[in-house]
């Protein structure tokens, strides 16, 4: 719970510097050269280039302090899968705007911001978060296991349970260390015996 709470509290520090970016960057060319009046569709379009600077932002900060002890090796393949994740956020983003400026017909600029920069956000971080620590960033996922001593090939097991067998057969010498021999069983030998030996 402890390592739950510590990661939402990096993960809401990383998400306030993009988002940080992502409003200024969408008002700043919502205002310039994509106004709704000199291009269709110009919300939008400054949504998506905003949200996608926030996502090269935010997986910067995730990769390296949020998640940064199961970061993978593979860093291709886990930017590919962070972008997956956020591209997913911001279609859940630019989806509130659209229905909120050409659906409910909210065309202002405090209305636009509401429906991205409000509502969007909240639903997209929500999403995000939950598939970065379950997906993307999962520990199980975060560190490629490797054997101790190497891979066990299929001859080297067959070997070792074929020496098994011939130990069971020859009453366990097989199994004996080399140079010491085994401990035989029957009766010790005499007192005669052990006299005639020293002669």
């Known amino acids: 719970m402890r390592q739950l709470l510590a990661q939402l509290g990096r993960f809401g520090a990383v998400g306030l510097i993009g988002l940080v970016i992502d409003v200024a960057v969408f008002n700043l060319l919502r205002a310039t050269v994509f106004t709704p009046d000199l291009v269709h569709g110009g919300p ?9 600077l926030a996502i090269l932002a935010n997986w910067v900060g995730n990769r390296y302090w949020t998640f940064g002890a199961t970061r993978r090796e593979q860093v291709v393949r886990e930017g590919v899968e962070f972008a997956l994740v956020s591209v997913g956020g911001m ?6 705007l659209w229905i909120s400026h050409y659906v409910l017909g909210f065309t202002s600029v405090l209305a636009d911001n509401i429906a991205g920069n409000v509502v969007g956000l909240a639903l997209g ?37 074929f020496d098994a067998d011939r130990a069971d057969a020859a009453g ?9 021999r085994p401990a035989t069983s029957g009766s010790p030998e005499s007192p005669r015996a052990v006299a005639r030996g020293r002669e």
């Open 125 to 161: 971080t929500a999403f995000r978060f939950l598939f970065y620590r379950s997906w993307v960033f999962h520990p199980n996922r975060s560190m490629p296991l490797r054997p101790a001593e190497g891979p066990i090939s299929p001859s080297s097991t067959t070997a070792n349970a």
């Open 91 to 96: 279609l859940i983003t630019l989806a509130c």
């Open 44 to 52: 939008v379009i400054a949504k998506v280039i905003s949200t996608s």
């Open 172 to 180: 366990g010498a097989a199994a004996s260390p080399a140079g010491i």
